[in-house]
């Protein structure tokens, strides 16, 4: 079981970024996918998070309007479309994954995701 996130780097303040974050070895539709960042010095929170088919999402109050997750069950990818980047978007971003039953409510807590990428750094810069 592998997540493999990339499209993070170096942008200004307002700019945007497409993170994407594609898994293998597991049945991607069955998941639940989430983006996490971590900020130097502060702990992981989460950002967003998407139900299996797509239809519910989840995002911290300091994305909303901003992010826009996003998946493609066919390509086994989950996407964080990011606008309007602030220097204090400045975080390594992780995606990850959970086994949910189909009624299950997004889960928003770290502890909740079993399985994690690798995470890719984003710096905006003011």
């Known amino acids: 079981v592998q997540l493999q996130a990339s499209g993070g780097g170096l942008v200004q303040a307002r700019g945007s970024l497409r993170l994407s974050c594609r898994a293998s070895?597991?049945?991607?539709?069955?998941?639940?996918m989430g983006w996490f960042r971590q900020a130097p010095g502060k702990e992981r929170e989460i950002v967003a998070a998407?139900?299996?088919?797509?239809?519910?999402?989840y995002y911290a109050d300091s994305v909303k309007g901003r992010f826009t997750i996003s998946r493609d069950n066919d390509k086994n990818t989950v996407f964080l479309q990011m606008n309007g980047l602030k220097p204090e978007d400045t975080a390594v971003f992780y995606c990850?994954?959970?086994?949910?039953?189909?009624?299950?409510?997004?889960?928003?807590?770290?502890?909740?995701?079993?399985?994690w990428g690798q995470g890719t750094l984003v710096t905006v810069s003011s």
């Open positions: 990850a994954a959970k086994h949910t039953i189909l009624t299950a409510s997004i889960p928003t807590q770290e502890d909740e995701y079993g399985v």
């Open positions: 070895g597991l049945i991607f539709s069955r998941y639940t």
């Open positions: 998407i139900s299996r088919g797509g239809r519910n999402t």
